[in-house]
C-alpha cells in the first residue's frame, strides 16, 4: 500500500520510527466512508466469488440437472427428464424393489462413523501428547503427523499390502491366534478398510483438537480436582466442554471425507464390502451411467449438508454462550 | 456447616520450577476459625503455596499437616480443602445450582442430601434466584459468590482463596471485601486469602504474612504488622511510609533530617527508620521535646477527607486533617514522636 499525503495532516506526525503508522493511518483514512469500503472490499471478494460460483457452484447445478437425465444405449447422456436416477437410489430398479442400494448406503455410513470414533479416539491422546512437548519441539511432531498427507492416498493404501497380506507377521499372529483360518489374510477384510480409512483421515482429527487442546484453561482441570472429581469427570466437565467445537470440526472433518472414500475400500476391502463411493465411481466408469452416478452424488453431498448442519448447530450453541 | 475446623500447620515447604526458587522454606499455622492472609507481591511465591496446600502442586520438601493428618500424601481430590480460583473457573456448560453440586455429586452423596445442601448454600451466598442461570449470564460479583458457594458446599476445613477480588471492580471489591469477613466469622471455617492488595488484607484478616521472594517476612495481626513492620519491604508494601537512611550514635540516629531519637534503638549501625505519615504532627511553631524539625511545605494535595503534605526535606510526607489552612510554600515544623519512629531491620 502506498502512503499518501493525508490533507490537512502532516503524515510524519503520526509516524512512528519505522514509519508503519503514518502508511496504516493513511490507508485506513481512505477506507474511512462506507462507500469506499465497500466498493473496495467488493472488489477484492469479487475474484473470490467468481472463483467459487465457477468451480463450485455451477459444476453442483450441473450435477442437479444430470440426476434427471437418462442414460443413452451407449453411456451417452440424453436430456429427457426422467425421476429413475432418484427412485434407484431408493431400491427401485428395472427389476422391481431390491434393498442392495440402501445396504450399500447404510454400509457406508457405518464405515465412515466408525473410522470418525476411531480417529477422534486415537486423535485426542495424540493431541494431549504432542501439546506436553516443550513449545520448541510441538512442530516437529504435528510435522510427522502431517507429512504423510502429502503422500498419495492409493499409494498410502498399496503400503497395507505386505503389513496386512497372506504373509505378513501381522495375519500370521492372527491365524495362530484363532482370528483367522489358515487360508485367511487380513487383507482383504473390513479391518483392512477401518485400518486404511483411519489413518488416512487421522491428521485431520488431529490438527483441530491440537489447536484446541494447546488453548485449554487449565484452571477448569484445577477445579475439577479440587472438587473431588474422577478421570472421566475431568474429562467430562473440565475438558471437553473446552473442545467442543473443535470435536465436532475433527467429526466433520473425517466423517464428509470418509463417507465419500472410494480408493481405500476398493482396494484394502476386496468385492464383498462395496460402499457408495465406489458404486459412484463404477456408475461414471464401468457402467458409464452419469445420470445414477449424479444422484448418488446428490445423496452424498446430502448426507455432508447433514454433518455440516451438525456442525453449524454446534457453533451456533457455542456462540449463544 | 459450623462444625470446627482442624489447625493446618505448613513446615519448611520448599518448591523450585526450573531455575527459581519459588518457595525456600515456608513455615506457618493456621488455628481453626482464623482467617489468614498471604500477602505480596506477584512472584513471591504465594500462590504457589496455597496450589501446594490444596494438592495442585508437589511441594519439593517439607510438610503439610491438617490436624496431625498429612496432606501432602493425598492427591487433590481427597484433600478436605476447597478453593475458589482468581478467575473463578465456573464450568460454562453447567448451571449455578449444578456447578454448586458439582463436589457432592463427585463424591456421591445421596442426591436428596446434595438438593438440601445446594439450596443451603445458594441462600447463604444469596444465589437463591440464580441457580439455573449459566455461568456466562452472570456478573463478576455473582460469578464470586457461585465460587464460594461450591467450595463452601463440601464444608472444608480450610477455604482457599487465589487473589478472588481482582476480577472485580474497585468499588464492588471493597464491598466484597466486608462481606467475605462477615461470611467467614458466621460459618467459623479457616480461611486462607491470597492477594497482592495490602487493603484487602489489612480490612478481611485476622493474622496476615507477608510474603517475600518465597519466604515469610513478617507474620501478625493487622494492626501489629502495620503499626510495627520488622523490614523495609514490609513498611513499604503494607501501608505508605516515610524512610529515612540513619547512622547510629549513641541513643540516637544522625540524619539528613538532623538528629532523631527513636525510643527503641536500633540493633544497627547503618540502617533505616520508618515513620507513618499520619503520625507527623505539624505545627506552626516549634513544638516542644526531641525530633522536631522545621520545613516548607512543597505540596498539599486535598484528598477529600484529609490532605496530603510532601515537605521539601528528604521526600518527607505527611497526612493532616482536611481544611487547616496549610497552603505551599508555608513554613511548619515537624515533629516525629519517638514512640512511632521505628528502626527497621537491614
Known sequence: ?321 | MGAPGRALEVREVRKRFGAVDVLRGVTLSADPGTFLTLLGPSGCGKTTLLRIVAGLELADSGSVTLGGEDLLAKPAQQRPVNTVFQQYALFPHLTVADNVAFGLRARRIPEADVARKVSEALELLQLGELAVRLPAKLSGGQKQRVALARALVNEPDILLLDEPMSALDAKLRAQVQLELRRLQRRIGRTFVLVTHDQDEALTVSDRILVMREGCIEQAGAPEDVYARPRTRFVAEFLGAANLIEATRDGDACETALGRLEPAEKPGWTRGCLCIRPEKLELSATRPEGANAIEATLEEVVYRGDHVEVFLGVSGLRARAPALNGLARGARVWVRLPAAHLMALEA
Not at chain 1, 480409512?197 to 485449554?216: K, S
Not at chain 1, 465406489?278 to 449424479?294: I, K, S, V
Open chain 1, 1 to 321: 500500500m502506498s502512503e499518501r499525503e493525508l490533507p490537512g495532516l502532516p503524515t510524519a506526525a503520526l509516524k512512528n520510527r519505522d514509519g508503519a503508522l503514518g502508511a496504516r493511518v493513511v490507508w485506513l483514512g481512505e477506507l474511512a466512508s462506507r462507500r469506499r469500503l465497500f466498493a473496495r472490499g467488493g472488489a477484492l471478494m469479487g475474484g473470490g466469488m467468481g472463483l467459487i460460483l465457477a468451480l463450485v457452484a455451477l459444476p453442483m447445478l450441473a450435477l442437479v440437472a444430470l440426476a434427471f437425465a437418462t442414460r443413452g444405449t451407449h453411456g451417452e447422456i440424453e436430456w429427457t427428464l426422467t425421476l429413475n436416477n432418484l427412485k434407484r437410489l431408493f431400491g427401485y430398479g428395472i427389476l422391481g424393489w431390491s434393498p442392495d442400494i440402501l445396504w450399500i448406503l447404510s454400509r457406508s455410513v457405518l464405515v465412515a462413523a466408525v473410522t470418525t470414533v476411531l480417529c477422534v479416539a486415537f486423535a485426542f491422546p495424540l493431541a494431549f501428547f504432542v501439546a506436553s512437548r516443550p513449545p520448541a519441539r510441538r512442530y516437529a511432531w504435528l510435522a510427522l503427523i502431517v507429512v504423510p498427507m502429502l503422500t498419495n492416498v492409493v499409494i498410502r493404501a498399496y503400503a497395507w499390502f505386505p503389513l496386512l497380506g497372506m504373509h505378513s507377521p501381522l495375519t500370521k499372529l492372527a491365524q495362530i491366534l484363532g482370528f483367522l483360518a489358515a487360508d485367511e489374510a487380513l487383507y482383504p477384510s473390513a479391518l483392512a478398510v477401518y485400518l486404511g480409512q483411519t489413518a488416512i483421515n487421522l491428521p485431520f482429527a488431529v490438527l483441530p483438537l491440537y489447536a484446541a487442546v494447546e488453548r485449554l484453561d487449565p484452571a477448569l482441570i484445577d477445579a475439577a480436582r479440587d472438587l473431588y472429581a474422577s478421570r472421566w469427570g475431568i474429562f467430562r466437565h473440565a475438558i471437553l466442554p473446552q473442545v467442543r467445537a473443535a470435536l465436532a470440526v475433527a467429526i466433520v472433518l473425517t466423517f464428509v471425507p470418509a463417507l465419500g472414500a472410494f480408493v481405500v475400500p476398493d482396494l484394502l476391502g476386496g468385492a464383498r464390502g462395496m460402499l457408495l463411493g465406489n458404486l459412484l465411481q463404477q456408475q461414471f466408469f464401468t457402467a458409464r451411467n452419469w445420470p445414477y452416478g449424479a444422484a448418488i452424488s446428490l445423496m452424498l453431498v446430502a448426507c455432508s449438508v447433514v454433518a455440516l448442519w451438525y456442525y453449524g448447530r454446534t457453533q451456533a450453541r457455542e456462540a449463544a454462550r
